[in-house]
């Protein structure tokens, strides 16, 4: 016979904890933001008991950190998923890239980037949530330099660092003006910057 549920494991909800919490950390602080959130609405919404949160999250901040390093283990899983569907051709990956994002960001329940609106609730350079971020921005603009470095353009650099610029307006735009705002232009951008780079033309949607 299975163990009644406790107050942290609800019937029908086997999931840790740890993860529950993390769940509803997640969908709080991206939707309301991570400085109007606090520790009590994140136990009531998990549905675990105090000392449950501070056993697996020591602080607050602790908290923000393992919620931002789950968000990046994600984005990358995106990333390598839509590479993945174009091997061996980083023209066609870059623009698959960038649909995604246009329509990510065009998307009525997208609330910005959350790398984004963290570093900037959080100004602080070391805090322990801006510290994620700036390592998600950092390893982006290293994976879009691999791939403009593909391209065999003259200046990858220059063209990755375009690129970049064009994604974060892109989640700034989608955040502030939402789903009738310009970050759906954000493929057709990318597509001229990499054909004027290349001399090609980009590849038929899929």
Same mark, same amino acid.
């Given at each position: 016979?299975?163990?009644?549920?406790?107050?942290?494991?609800?019937?029908?909800?086997?999931?840790?904890?740890?993860?529950?919490? @993390?769940?509803?950390?997640?969908?709080?602080?991206?939707?309301?933001?991570?400085?109007? =959130?606090?520790?009590?609405?994140?136990?009531?919404?998990?549905? =675990?008991?105090?000392?449950?949160?501070?056993?697996?999250?020591?602080?607050?901040?602790?908290?923000?950190?393992?919620? @931002?390093?789950?968000?990046?283990?994600?984005?990358?899983?995106?990333?390598?998923?839509?590479?993945?569907?174009?091997?061996?051709?980083?023209?066609?990956?870059?623009?698959?890239?960038?649909?995604?994002?246009?329509?990510?960001?065009?998307?009525?329940?997208?609330?910005?980037?959350?790398?984004?609106?963290?570093?900037?609730?959080?100004?602080?350079?070391?805090?322990?949530?801006?510290?994620?971020?700036?390592?998600?921005?950092?390893?982006?603009?290293?994976?879009?330099?691999?791939?403009?470095?593909?391209?065999?353009?003259?200046?990858?650099?220059?063209?990755?660092?375009? @690129?970049?610029? @064009?994604?974060?307006?892109?989640?700034?735009?989608?955040? =502030?003006?939402?789903?009738?705002?310009?970050?759906?232009?954000?493929?057709?951008?990318?597509?001229?910057?990499?054909?004027?780079?290349?001399?090609?033309?980009?590849?038929?949607?899929?």
């Amino acid at each position: 016979m299975s163990k009644p549920p406790t107050r942290d494991e609800p019937c029908g909800d086997r999931m840790g904890a740890r993860a529950r919490i @993390l769940a509803a950390a997640a969908e709080l602080f991206y939707r309301e933001g991570v400085r109007a =959130v606090g520790i009590d609405a994140v136990i009531e919404k998990a549905g =675990v008991a105090k000392m449950s949160l501070y056993r697996a999250f020591p602080s607050k901040n602790d908290l923000v950190a393992a919620f @931002l390093a789950e968000q990046d283990s994600r984005y990358w899983q995106w990333w390598d998923s839509t590479l993945a569907r174009h091997p061996g051709d980083p023209r066609a990956q870059l623009f698959a890239l960038f649909r995604g994002l246009a329509k990510k960001t065009s998307n009525p329940a997208f609330r910005g980037c959350p790398f984004i609106n963290t570093a900037v609730e959080f100004p602080e350079p070391d805090h322990p949530g801006r510290a994620v971020a700036l390592a998600n921005k950092a390893e982006l603009r290293r994976r879009l330099g691999e791939l403009t470095s593909a391209l065999g353009v003259p200046d990858p650099a220059l063209l990755a660092d375009h @690129l970049l610029l @064009l994604m974060e307006g892109a989640y700034c735009a989608g955040s =502030v003006m939402g789903a009738g705002g310009p970050s759906a232009a954000a493929a057709s951008a990318a597509e001229a910057l990499i054909t004027a780079a290349t001399g090609i033309g980009p590849s038929p949607s899929p």
